[in-house]
């Protein structure tokens, strides 16, 4: 059964940075495009970024564009999301997805980031 | 991008029927047959009820269902159980390789 683990939250002051990692099982990773999607607290999910399954294209929510940097590897079965100039309002639950939002899945559990001095 | 817009909240009771409606614009809802609905209860991961406007995954009840017109796309609930009881999320795809979801609908059951 396919399953999502994601990893590496976190408490990071503004400014700071922070990478998350989803390790995958149960299924072909390197066969499937993959997803990060976000909750903040209270509010909504948000798309944030998706990879395509041999990584060589990459897209971003404009929220996240030029910060935020999605990448796998598909020998170690994962999927990462670096993120550098955090700001309070990217704290949020980070969920990795199989597949782009719409698809199947599965989903993680999520990680949670919050960034506060 | 947008969110798209959706109700902060519906109600009914057992073996009712409720809608849930995601209003968008051309760019999205209206542009693409790329919807998805997704339920979340709190502390688990969000699970794909709908998608493609109205397919059904295997193993959803066919008491979701859902449809599109124009710029808003729906999500019926019928037959309403105590277990259906959580927050509901529209996506759609929004071109360029961008995605946008609704702002959430809290789904109560009397």
Known sequence: ?117 | QSALTQPRSVSGSPGQSVTISCTGTSSDVGGYDYVSWYQHHPGKAPKVMIYDVSKRPAGVPDRFSGSKSGNTASLTVSGLQAEDEADYYCCSYAGSHSWVFGGGTKLTVL
């Open chain 1, 1 to 117: 059964e396919p399953q999502l683990v994601e990893s590496g939250g976190g408490l990071v002051q503004p400014g700071g940075s922070l990478r998350l990692s989803c390790a995958a099982s149960g299924f072909t990773f390197s066969s499937f495009a993959m997803t990060w999607v976000r909750q903040a607290p209270g509010k909504g999910l948000e798309w944030v970024s998706i990879i395509a399954a041999g990584g060589g294209r990459t897209y971003y929510a404009d929220s996240v564009k030029g910060r935020f940097t999605i990448s796998r590897d598909n020998s170690k079965n994962t999927l990462y999301l670096e993120m550098n100039s955090l700001r309070v309002d990217d704290t949020a639950l980070y969920y990795c997805s199989k597949g782009e939002p719409g698809d199947l899945g599965p989903w993680g559990q999520g990680t949670l980031v919050t960034v506060s001095s």
